[in-house]
C-alpha cells in the first residue's frame, strides 16, 4: 500500500490572501524537494478554501485509526 505525505499551512487572514496561484510557489518547493528525496512524484495537489471547520474535521479524519475510517467509508 503506497502513503502519501500531507502538509496543511495555515491560517491565512482573508485581507492578506493573495488569490489563487499563490500556492504555485510553495508547491514547486515542496515538489522539487520531495522528488530529489523519493523521486518524481504522482502527484503533487495543493489548494486554498479549507477553512477552519474542515481544517479540524481533517484532522479528525487524520488521526483516526483505520478501522474507525472504515466504518464511515461504509
Keep these: 500500500m503506497k502513503k502519501y505525505w500531507m502538509c496543511i499551512i495555515g491560517g491565512v487572514d482573508p485581507s492578506i ?15 522539487n524537494k520531495y ?8 502527484t ?3 489548494g486554498w478554501g479549507i477553512d477552519e471547520e474542515r481544517f479540524e474535521l481533517l484532522m479528525k479524519i ?9 466504518k464511515l467509508l461504509i
Design 44 to 46: 503533487c495537489s495543493s
Design 62 to 70: 487524520t488521526n483516526m485509526s483505520t478501522e474507525d475510517l472504515k
Design 17 to 31: 490572501y493573495k488569490g489563487n496561484g499563490a500556492d504555485g510557489p510553495l508547491r514547486s518547493v515542496i515538489r
Design 35 to 42: 522528488n530529489e528525496i523519493f523521486g518524481p512524484d504522482e
